[in-house]
C-alpha cells in the first residue's frame, strides 16, 4: 500500500502567509520577503510529510492566493482589463496575479477585480476564471515547476497537484453569449500538455489531477470532454503515473465514467460517501488502482481507525493490497494546521480532535496497521483511538435532555411570521417611515489595528472590563455620530465587541468550544477560527442585546441587532458528527429565536439574521437538494418567527449563485434580503426579477472584498441597472457585505459616494 496527501494547509501554522501577504500589500516587505516566506511554509509543509513517512507528498498545493487563480494564471486566462497593470515596468507577476485577485487602484488605473464564489459546498472562496468564445491559452507563469524544483531540492520527488482540466473549466464563467466553456478544452490542452511535459522533463513520476466534477451533475458534453483530454493525455505521456481526484461526493451515475479514464489511480471519498466503495470496487478495473479518502479533510475529529481499517480490508482483499492507496478524503487545506498549539483546550475534548498535522500521522498509521504491523507503538496508538472514539460517544458533556425534548417539541406555527408579507410590509412603513431606496451598511466596520489590540490586552488582563467596555462604546459613538452626518438611513452599531460573525456567537453559546490558533483560509489572506460544535447547543443568556441597545439609545434614527443565521453558524463551524446535521441546526435556531425576541423586548425594530452560508451548504446533487433546503429553510424561520409584524427581518446572503434556489430564498419570508451583486455587475439579481421575488431587496453596490473605491457614478449606474428589473419600492442601498476587513479611509469615501448614489437615483425615481 502507498499513502499519499491531495494538499496541506498553506496558510502556515501561524498564519505566517496572511501576514507576509498584508505586509506586502500595505508596501512593508519588499517582493523577495513574500516570497522567501511562501518558500519557507513550503519546505515545512513538505518535511512534516517526509518526516511522516507519507509517500506520495503534493507540491502545487500552495497558492499566495487561490489556487484557481494559480492556473488562470498559469494558462494565460487573464482578462484583457489587466494587461495595463503587466506592463507596468514595476510590477512583477504577483502584483498582476493580487490584482485579478483584489482589483487595481493606483498608476492610474482602476480595474475590478474577479468575481469570487465558493468553492464546492465549504466556506473557501476562489477565483472564477473568465472566459471568451474561441479564447486562446498558453504558458505564462513556472509556478508549477518552480515548486517541483523546490521540492526535489529539498530531497523529495513530489506529486504536483495540478486542478484538471475539465473541472478548471467547469469552475469558470463564460463572459459573452454564443459558445459553452467546455468547447475551449482543444485550446486549454495544449497548455496542460505543455505543462506536463515539462513536469516529465524535471523528474516528476507522478501527476495529481483534481477533477471534483466528476461527483457532480455534469453534463454528457462534460462527460466526452473528460475522455477526450485523459486519452489524449495517456496517449502522450504513457509512461507518467496520474492519480484522478474525486471529493465532496460520490461517483454515482459518473462511476462508469471515472473508472474508464486511462489513468493508475482513481481517488474517491469515503468520508462524504462511504457506501460508493462496493459500487467503484465491483466496477473498477485491473489496470486502475484505488485511493481511499478514510481520513476526513473537511472535520476536525479523530479518525476511527476500527472503521478505516474495514473499508481499507475491503479494498485490499478485492485489489490486492498494492493497489491500494491511503489518503484524507479532500486536500486538508480546509483543517487548522496543528492541534499541538493547542494547549489551553478542555484535555477530554483535545483527546476527541485531530488537524492536519495529525491527520498526515493518521494516514500513515492506517497503512502500518492495515499491513499488520507488530511495532508497539502504532498498537498502542490503535489502543488508544478505540478508547477515544470510544469515550466521545458517551460523555455527559456531549449530551443535554432539556435541548433535546425543546427541538423536539418544535411544530410548525413556530416557523411562522403572524402575518404574510404584504400585512407586514405595510405595518413596518408605519412604523419605520423609511425613505425609498433606503441606505445601510451590512453591519460591520473597519476593525482597526487598535481595536484588536484593545481586545488583545483585555484578553490578557491589561485592560479591565470598565476600561475595555468604555473603549467600545467610545468606538460605537463614533461609527453612529459618522453614520447621521453621512446620511445613511439605518444604522449599525459596528461591531467592535466581535472577533468573528460565528465565533462571536459560538462563545456565548453552550455545546461549543474554542481552539487558539484553529484557523482556516477563507480567502486571499482571510482567515477564520471555526468553532468547534461538540454538544447539545443551547443560549444561556443574552448574547448582543447589551450592545444593541446601548448604540440604539445614541440615536433617534433605526439600529439594527446583527445575528448570525443557524445554518451559518453550522457551516462555518465544525459540526459534531454523531447526529444529523439537521438536529443541531434545530438547536441553533432555537438559541438565535431566544436572541431575536429579546432584542425585540430591548426596543430593536430592525433585526438582521445573517444567512450567507445556506447556499454554500446546499448538497453537490439536486436529487438531495429538497431535503437539506426544507431543514435549513425551517431553521431560519425558526430564528426569526417570534416577534411582531412591525419588526423587520433582514438576512444577509453573499458570493452564492442563486437562480436555483431562489423559490427556497423566497420561503424564508425575511423581509429584506441584502445580496452581493456588485462583482458580477448586478447579474445575480436576474434571478430575484425573473421569479418577481416579493420582498425587499438590497443588492450590494460595492464590492468591499477589494480595496479599491468606486465612484459614485459606479454605484448610481449599478442601482440604475437594478432598478430596471426591481420595483423601486423593493430596493435597499448597502455595500456587499460587511465592512471589518476594511480601513477607515476607503469605507469612508465609498460609504459617501454610496448614499450620493442613493439619493441621485431617488432624485431620478420621484422626477
Given amino acids: 500500500m502507498q499513502t499519499h496527501i491531495l494538499g496541506y494547509p498553506r496558510i502556515g501554522s501561524k498564519r505566517e502567509l496572511k501576514k507576509a501577504c498584508e505586509q506586502y500589500w500595505s508596501g ?106 474561441n479564447q486562446q491559452f498558453k504558458l505564462t507563469s513556472d509556478k508549477i515547476f518552480n515548486e517541483f524544483a523546490g521540492a526535489k531540492q529539498a530531497g523529495i520527488n513530489a506529486k504536483p497537484v495540478i486542478i484538471g482540466l475539465v473541472s478548471y473549466l467547469l469552475l469558470g464563467k463564460e463572459k459573452e453569449e454564443g459558445f459553452d466553456k467546455l468547447d475551449l478544452a482543444h485550446n486549454l490542452l495544449s497548455v496542460y500538455i505543455e505543462i506536463v511535459s515539462k513536469l516529465q522533463l524535471q523528474g516528476a513520476e507522478w501527476i495529481q489531477f483534481d477533477e471534483p466534477f466528476l461527483a457532480l451533475d455534469i453534463t454528457e458534453k462534460a462527460k466526452e470532454t473528460y475522455t477526450f483530454v485523459y486519452a489524449e493525455l495517456r496517449r502522450l505521456f504513457p509512461k507518467l503515473k496520474f492519480i ?33 466503495l462496493e459500487d467503484v470496487l465491483h466496477g473498477i478495473p485491473e489496470s486502475l488502482s484505488l485511493s481511499l479518502g478514510v481520513v476526513d479533510g473537511r472535520n476536525i475529529w479523530k479518525n476511527n481507525y476500527e472503521k478505516s481499517l474495514s473499508l481499507i480490508a475491503k479494498a485490499a482483499g478485492k485489489l490486492g493490497p498494492e493497489r491500494v492507496f491511503i489518503a ?4 486538508l487545506l480546509h483543517s487548522p494546521c496543528d492541534l499541538d498549539f493547542e494547549t489551553a483546550l478542555e484535555p477530554e475534548i483535545k483527546n476527541w480532535l485531530a488537524f492536519a498535522k495529525q491527520k498526515v500521522k493518521e494516514v500513515a498509521v492506517l497503512k502500518e496497521l492495515a499491513s499488520g504491523t507488530t511495532d508497539n507503538n502504532i498498537l498502542q496508538d490503535f489502543e488508544a483511538n478505540k478508547k477515544a472514539v470510544s469515550h466521545r460517544k458517551t460523555s455527559p458533556l456531549i449530551h443535554n435532555k432539556e435541548v433535546k425534548l425543546r427541538a423536539e417539541s418544535v411544530t410548525e406555527k413556530d416557523s411562522q411570521r403572524k402575518n404574510a408579507f404584504n400585512i407586514r410590509k405595510e405595518q413596518q412603513q408605519k412604523a419605520l417611515q423609511l425613505p425609498l431606496f433606503p441606505t445601510t451598511t451590512i453591519g460591520s466596520f473597519p476593525q482597526t489595528a487598535e481595536v484588536r ?136 435556531a432555537l438559541a438565535i429565536r431566544d436572541e431575536v425576541q429579546d432584542l425585540e423586548k430591548a426596543g430593536i425594530r430592525i433585526i438582521q439574521i445573517d444567512e450567507p452560508a445556506i447556499r454554500e451548504g446546499l448538497p453537490l446533487r439536486k436529487t438531495d437538494w429538497q431535503n437539506y433546503l426544507k431543514w435549513a429553510v425551517e431553521a431560519f424561520k425558526i430564528s426569526a418567527s417570534g416577534v411582531e409584524d412591525t419588526t423587520q427581518i433582514h438576512t444577509h446572503m453573499c458570493y452564492s449563485e442563486f437562480n436555483d434556489i431562489i423559490k427556497n430564498i423566497a420561503d424564508m419570508d425575511a423581509d429584506v434580503i441584502t445580496i452581493e451583486c456588485s462583482r458580477s455587475q448586478m447579474e445575480l439579481l436576474q434571478a430575484f426579477a425573473d421569479f418577481r421575488y416579493p420582498n425587499e431587496i438590497g443588492p450590494g453596490v460595492y464590492d468591499i472584498h477589494s480595496p479599491r473605491v468606486p465612484s459614485k457614478e459606479e454605484m448610481t449606474a449599478l442601482l440604475m441597472k437594478a432598478q430596471q428589473v426591481i420595483p423601486a419600492q423593493q430596493l435597499w442601498v448597502n455595500p456587499d457585505c460587511g465592512l471589518k476587513t476594511r480601513h477607515w479611509e476607503e469605507t469612508e469615501k465609498a460609504l459617501i459616494a454610496m448614499v450620493a448614489a442613493a439619493k441621485e437615483v431617488s432624485v431620478e425615481f420621484a422626477s
Wanted: hydrophobic letters at 35%; proline letters at 5%; glycine letters at 6%.
Fill in 328 to 331: 484524507p478524503s479532500c486536500s
Fill in 453 to 588: 489590540s484593545w481586545r488583545a490586552k483585555f484578553k490578557k488582563g491589561e485592560l479591565t472590563a470598565e476600561q475595555y467596555d468604555a473603549l467600545l462604546k467610545e468606538e460605537t459613538r463614533r461609527t453612529i455620530r459618522w453614520q447621521e452626518n453621512i446620511g445613511i438611513d439605518v444604522l449599525v452599531h459596528g461591531e467592535y465587541e466581535r472577533n468573528d460573525m460565528v465565533e462571536y456567537f459560538g462563545e456565548q453559546l453552550k455545546g461549543f468550544i474554542f481552539t487558539r490558533n484553529g484557523w482556516v483560509q477563507s480567502y486571499g489572506s482571510r482567515c477564520v477560527k471555526p468553532p468547534i460544535i461538540f454538544g447539545d447547543v443551547s443560549r444561556p443568556e443574552p448574547m448582543t442585546v447589551y450592545w444593541s441597545q446601548y448604540a440604539q439609545s445614541q440615536t433617534d434614527q433605526w439600529v439594527k441587532g446583527m445575528l448570525t443565521g443557524p445554518v451559518t453558524i453550522l457551516q462555518w463551524s465544525f459540526v459534531r458528527d454523531d447526529q444529523p446535521r439537521s438536529e443541531t441546526c434545530k438547536q441553533i
Fill in 28 to 133: 512593508k516587505i519588499v517582493l523577495e520577503e513574500l516570497l522567501t516566506a511562501g518558500r519557507t511554509i513550503c519546505s515545512q509543509n513538505w518535511n512534516l510529510q517526509k518526516e511522516a513517512g507519507i509517500d506520495l507528498i503534493p507540491c502545487n498545493d500552495f497558492s499566495y492566493y487561490d489556487q484557481v487563480l494559480d492556473m488562470s494564471l498559469v494558462v494565460g486566462a487573464i482578462p484583457a482589463r489587466y494587461h495595463e497593470v503587466a506592463l507596468k515596468k514595476n510590477n512583477s507577476e504577483l502584483d498582476l496575479y493580487f490584482a485579478m485577485a483584489r482589483g487595481y487602484q493606483k498608476d492610474g488605473l482602476d480595474i475590478t477585480a474577479m468575481e469570487m464564489t465558493k468553492w464546492f459546498d465549504t466556506n473557501y472562496h476562489y477565483i472564477v476564471p473568465e472566459f471568451f468564445k
Fill in 244 to 276: 484522478v481526484t474525486t471529493y465532496f461526493e460520490g461517483l454515482r451515475n459518473n462511476l462508469p465514467l471515472a473508472v474508464s479514464l486511462p489513468v493508475n489511480v482513481l481517488h474517491i471519498d469515503l468520508v462524504r460517501c462511504p457506501e460508493q
